[in-house]
Structures are given as C-alpha cells and as structure tokens.
C-alpha cells in the first residue's frame, strides 16, 4: 500500500506539472461565418485597468451599436494572457481576435493554421500603416494588423543627469562610457537591468549586433538561421567590454524586469539608478511602481542606443517591436471588421491621447502627449528600418537559448563565441 | 514503461488455510469481489485519468518536436532524451536535486530532531515555540518565497542590513544573484521553511515512546542523553525513515521556491529538474523536449521511491504487518 502511494506521489507531482499545461484535445467551438445581428465575436487584450480598459469598453459597446455584432471582450493581465493563449491555442479554442508580437512566434502559429490571412481583407489598413506591418507577414502575406509599434533606448533621469554635470544624452559609446564615469564620480548607480529575467540583458546583445551587422546579414539570419558573421561576434566583444566597465546597479544578477520598486524598472522609477535601457511601454510601467503614479514625469528623458565605431549596420536603425490584432483561422468576418475598426484614424488617435501605446496610423503621430514618448515616436518613424526584438523573431526556442546565453555572459560565464554557439545549437535543433 | 501494475513489497504471503474451503464460499468470494470493484472503481478511475492518462500522454508527447499546438506530427524517436541527457543544464539540475535531497537530509534531520527532543519536555513557553517553528510550514511557498526575495535584496534587504551590525559586507550580487552561494542560500531557506514538517512528525512519533522505557533506562542509571541515543531515537526510526522519504520526494520534485527566488539563476545554478522541465516547456515551447525531462524525473523519483521503499522502509512495512494480520 506504502508503495502505491509513494508512486503515486512521485508520478503525479512529476508528471502532472507539465501535462496541466498541455491536456485538452477539445474540438474547436470556433463561432460561425456571417456578419450582422446574431454574431458573437470574442476579443482578448492586455489593457485592463484605468483609461485604456474605459476606452476599449467603450469601442466595444460602440462597433455593437454600428453593427449588432455582440463584442464578448477580456481583459486580463499581460502574462496572464500569454499564457491563456497559449492555453487557447493548445485546446484549439482561440479567441476571434487576440494580440500577436510577430516573428518566428507568429511564423509557428500561421504554420499551425491558426491565424487568418489579412492581405486581401485588410488591404487597404495594411497601406496605411506600411512597412511596419512587415514584422507581422509570413511568406508575402500578412496575418496580423499592427497597433503600437515602438524602439528600445536608454530612459533616463534629467535631473541625475544635471547634477553629474552631463549636458547632453550620449550619441557614441564613448561618449556613453563618459557618462558612465561621470554618474559613477557623482556616487550614483549609471544603469539597472532585470537580468534575473535574461531578457532586458539580452536586448543589450541585439542592440550591439544591430549596431554592428548589416540590414541583410539580419534578415537573412531570421530565414536562414545562420549566424556564422563575425558581427555577431563583435556585438558580444562590445557587450563584454561594457559589462566590464561595471556601469550596472548591485545585484544586477538577480533583478526583475518591472515587478515591485526594487525591479530595473523600479530603481529608474524611485531614482536609485540614472538610466534604464527599455522599450516604449516604460513610462507606464514607471507609473505602476510610484506610489503618487507618475512615474518620473517631468524629468524624463529618451535617448536611442548609441552608436558604436566600425559598424556594419544602419546607424539609424533600431530596435523594437510591439502589439498587433490577430483574427483566429475560423472567425467570423466580422471579427475582421472589429479589427479594421481598431485601425481607424479616430479609433488610434484616441489611443495615442490616452499614452495607451505609439500608434501605428502616421495621421494619430501627434496625439502622443507624453514628451519623452514623442521624441522616440519620431526616432522610430525617421529609422530605415525597426529590427523586431530577436527572441521573438527567432521564435522562443531560438530565442530562449540565445537570452540564456546572453545572461551567461552578464554572470561572466559566457564568452562572445559561446553566444554565437548556443543560438546556432538551438537554431539547428529547430531542423 | 509499465506504470499500473506496482510490485507490492511483503503483504503478498496468503493466508494460511485457504485449501479448506466451506460450502458457499465461492458466492462469498465472487460477492467480496464485487464489493471491492465497486468500492474502489471511484478511486481508480480517478487515479487513471489524473495520473496514468498524464503519464502515458508525457511519454508520447516526449517522441514528437512539439511547440505546444497544432497537431503532434513531427515524431523524433528517443531524439529528445538525448538532447536531454546532454544538456549541460539539465544534468547540473540533476546534481542540483541530489545535493538538496542529501542536504535536505543532513541538516534537517539533526536540527528537527533536537528540537523535537527539546520541545517533547515540559517546558515554559512551549506551545508558542512549536508554533514558531511550524508557521513557515503551513505559508506557501510562493509566499515564502516572496518574503524571503525581499529578505534577501541586495544592498536594500534587510539581511544585508543585518549583517552591516556587525560589520559584515553582502557579496555585491547578493546572496541570490551569486552563483556559488545561489544554492547554499536556497538550501537554507528551505531548511527554514521545512524544519517544522520534521519537528511535527518528530513529535508526533514521539508520543507513540512509551515514558516507561525511559524511566527504566534512567533507572538503570542512564544519563538523560544516553536515554535519548539508545532508546528514544532508535524507537523514532520508523518516524525518521518515512519523513526522509517524503523530504526526499520533495526535494526531486522542487519548483515554487527555486522559480520565486532565482528562476533557476544565476547562470544556472540553482536549476531543479522541476524549473528546467517549466522552462523548456512554457518559456520555449519545447514541449517535447519538457515532457522527456518530465519523464526522465519520473524515472528517477521512481528508482530512488522504490529503491528506498525496497532497503529502507521494508521493515517499517513488516512491523507493521503484524498487527494487521490480527485484525
């Protein structure tokens, strides 16, 4: 008897675990075609609290008045959502229109047959945002209508800056590591990052081999997974070398990204460090660690990555990524008219003036009130071309193994070689 | 892999007499049959769909490269166990469960049974210390955890403010965030958060030493530690053996305490079994590569179970035997 329990125990705590992940085989209840009164479309989105629950509450009971299309809306946290999807995606029972982040994630999911062909149904909105819609097409087609799109750089605090005696954000590194030994002669923290979640230390890694690999080597790797060129290399050289200048807060190693005040984006938001290289949703996060709300508004400054000698790539280019609407493979057509509607002038312009996001519609460019949000509005729309954050072009498998590598490297683990070694291992392991 | 049918260890001698059978006793047998099949239908069934239904769809799952949707087509054979068993991390995680499952032993074990041996005295102030000292017991672990992140921050926390009382400086990375004291640090906070499951079993088996023994040794002339080493701890042994089994299953399966505080970092040294498996699965969508770790974990917790149950808990099993068959 001891031992059947014993076993049980042992299976069921091992096995369990994973498989409450990946049970159900339940048959898709994906609603039927058909547009107008009697359908239900169903609308999964991260914008859960204040103004921009209010706003999207508000265009969902609107499009029902227009249409008499019902709008069953959700909105939950964004990690809850991941892994909701996911959770959706699994039991094939996805919701009409959800959020997708492109790349190789969304390459698995066209690959599946989950997600709709947009091309030819939202051609004309596809127009309008332009190239940014590249980072949401497969093969030549689009399944997913962009939303807010926005670039990684340095977020700083203006008045830490003044009192280093720094007069101007830095535009090369060397510049960049005199700032550094400026904030530090000050007795302050330069920079905080999250790398107890790889990811914002990883970011560091992309910038570099942004900075340092030409346009085509880039995209070239996403198809081809190759990343035999020295560029690679060198960008983890340069990430090597900034590690060492030791610029980073204490206990850099096991810091979150933006959970709780002692988070990297924490320490920027209680001003405990100076800067904090992040992408475009930041100054709402900053506002979620305050206690009054704010954030740092009012010194709350924005500077692109800086550029480094010698490189291949585009020195405008950047990094970034964002948001966009994926209708699932069998919903309605009016799902993709929900979709279409949210694309709307009106609808991205009350979008911008709500901070919700940076819109993807050039003519609701400047309802952004936010300064700081502005300024990167505008480095984002002058740059050649926007390099999608490389985890999620490289699909999670890749991309995983490429940040754990990366964070190696912040442990002084890993050496530039290692980088290149682990993502070709994981790259080759996808066949 | 055969799950359902468990090798039963002892128990399996039939009763003596059973060639004298009286009349009517074949109804008997076929109604008793029937009882136990109706009695424990519930019970299997639930055990087959939440466990065996799991493990068998794990095990199909570990043969296929799988993104955790869409239909499982692209069969890979025992390719996943390979990339497994290679993987640098997975086998430091094995390590890594060993050295909690043997540190779990030894330092738990001495400090619950001292303190059980002091709180089984009668003593001013005791219930409160029992309570102290199963709280942390009873709190999740997630929220203990938690707790024990902030305890832990490095420069801020208030254990680094602790230890600038007296002069002491935290490692720059903090306890957590430096690779070589991640583990012992992690081994520490469990200790404090499972000492009270040892202590309260301890005690338990404590109530169930007869005073009488003790009284004769100290009659006999044995000193109060004598007393404790020859005959209490040795009575204890049952006690001990089955709280090393449940302390060992526990430790192989470890997860919400390594994933609160270090996620399994940094650089991989404080990565279970348990962390790699969630980590393949729903950070990197290797679902398959996650269900062979999960499977290659169920092997191991099933060896070290029965191995333990086979040389270790075999006589606790007989002992008990005994006042079964009087019954």
Redesign the interface.
Known sequence: MNTIRALSLAAAGSLVLTLAACGGDSEGSGSSGGSGDGTTITWWHNSNTGAGLEYYTELAAQFEEETGVTVEMEAMAHEDMLTKLDAAFQADDAPDIYMERGGGELADHVEAGLTKDLTELAAEEIEKVGGIAQGWTVDGKVYALPFSVGVVGFWYNTEMFEEAGIAEAPETWDEMYDVIDKLKAAGMEPISVGAGEKWPAAHYWYQFSLRHCAEDVLTDAVTSLDFSDPCFIRAGEDLEKLIAAEPFNRGFLSTPAQTGPTSASGLLATEQVAMEMQGHWEPGVMQGLTEDGKGLAGKLGWFPFPQVEGGQGDPAAQLGGGDAWGVSADAPDAAVDFVKFLLSDEVQRGFAERDMGLPTVPSAGDAVADPALAGLLEVRNDAPYVQLYFDTAFGQAVGGAMNDAIALMFAGQASPQDIVDATQAAADAEG | MA?AP????G?TTPPAGRTARPAGAARRDWRMAAEIVLFTAPALVL?AV??VW??L??VQ?SLY?W?????LVDFVGLQNYV?VLANG?FTGAVAHNLIIVVASILVQLPLGLALALLLNRKMRGQGLLRTIIFVPYVLSEVIAGVVWF?LL????GVVEALLGTVGLEGP???F????SLALPTLVVVLTWKYVGLAVLLFLAGLQGVPDELAEAAQIDGASWWQTQWRVTIPLLGPTIRMWA?LSM?GS??L?DMVWIL??G????ATTTM?TF???E???????GI??AA??V??VI??VM??TY?RFV?RRD?AEADVPRGVR
């Open positions: 799950i468990v090798p039963t260890t128990a055990f939440f466990v799991p493990i769809r794990a799952f490269r993104k955790g949707f869409g239909p990339s991390v902030q921050q490095p420069g801020r720059y990375q903090g957590l965030g430096t690779p089994f299953i192989l399966q997860f270090t996620g970092g940094p650089a991989n348990a498996l969630v980590n699965g729903t950070k990197r969508q290797n679902y996650a269900a999960s499977v974990l169920f917790a099933l179970a029965v149950q808990l099993t």
